[in-house]
């Protein structure tokens, strides 16, 4: 399984990422510079965290018009596995791939440290290594990270079950403890805390591993079964 | 030259955390009466095309503005000196 790592001016948990994806589970990835928008060719992509072109007017609004993210789209609506994690979350949402919107943390503090988790849907992609309802320790790193979305589309969000990871306490004012959503096809997870940051002991915390390991076995299922 | 105002807002019921800080700064600062502080921004541009009217609605949608959260309004003057 080869994996694409995004890497935008300003992101700069591209090498977790890929350390994650390469040393952590052992596929295959390669660091993809925004302006090779050959996305083809990839299992997966991850749309790491940072700051892509300094958060300048919206987090992730300027990388959202990038060529890179015509890409995106065709391999998202082709069925790849999209992660998109912290600025990689906001980069989907800027770019219609999720609905909502991410603001300005509640108590306007960036905040950083490990938090609970909840797997409220453990039959995505990304998700099935993990039991339903599972508690997970998963670190969190942002300043906007407030989820929000009208009630219709929270409505909708609920309806097909696309909230995929919700925190036990919320720590940014996020609608309904929202920590991570799926769109619906299923394809594309986008989530504020840092599973990359969570893969191995040595971190503190392996919970994150698991959704690498899920996307691996899902991945190879597929592949079994077109083969 | 013809120059655009942009001023773009938070939708109503989106909380404006930094607008609330604000608020209670000024309430510290003895301004007591104040209330519903919102914080937007102010983008000016100017454009040399023509129909600058559509132009502006389409770059708002696309880029300006995130319509989850927030609307715009724009200002269009004609024969500015830039």
Not at chain 1, 13 to 29: I, N, P, S, V, W
Not at chain 1, 185 to 206: C, F, I, K
Request: charged share 25%; net charge negative.
């Amino acid at each position: 399984m080869k994996f694409a790592v995004i890497v935008f001016p300003g992101s700069n948990c591209d090498r977790d990422m890929y350390h994650a994806a390469k040393d952590a589970l052992g596929a295959e990835a390669e660091l993809v510079w925004y302006q090779d928008a050959a996305l083809e060719g990839y299992d997966a992509i991850l749309i790491p965290g940072g700051f892509s072109y300094g958060d300048y007017l919206r987090c992730g609004a300027i990388a959202s018009t990038s060529d890179i993210v015509t890409s995106l789209r065709r391999e998202a609506k082709k069925g790849t596995p999209i992660l998109g994690v912290c600025n990689g979350f906001q980069i989907l949402l800027e770019s219609g791939l999720l609905p909502g919107a991410l603001i300005r943390n509640q108590n306007l503090k960036f905040i950083c440290h490990f938090e609970e988790l909840v797997v409220n849907n453990n039959e995505t992609l990304f998700t099935t290594d993990y039991e339903k309802n599972e508690v997970i320790s998963v670190p969190v790193a942002h300043g906007e990270g407030n989820y929000y979305c009208d009630d219709q589309t929270l409505a909708e969000l609920v309806e097909h079950k696309q909230i995929v990871f919700t925190y036990k306490n919320n720590p940014n004012g996020s609608v309904r403890d929202i920590a991570g959503i799926v769109n619906k096809q299923g394809n594309v997870l986008g989530m504020m805390p840092h599973p990359e940051r969570a893969a191995e002991r040595l971190l503190g915390s392996d919970d994150g591993l698991k959704m690498f390991t899920s996307m691996l076995k899902n991945w190879r299922d597929q592949y079994a079964t077109n083969a | 030259m013809t120059k655009v105002s942009i001023h773009v807002t938070l939708k109503e019921g989106v909380l404006d955390p930094q607008g609330k800080a604000i608020e209670n700064s000024l309430s510290t600062l003895g301004y007591d009466g104040v209330h519903d502080v919102r914080v937007g921004k102010l983008i000016e541009m100017f454009i040399d095309h023509e129909d600058v009217e559509a132009q502006v609605n389409v770059m708002c949608e696309k880029l300006l503005a995130n319509p989850v959260i927030e609307n715009f309004t724009y200002e269009i003057e004609e024969g500015v000196a830039q």
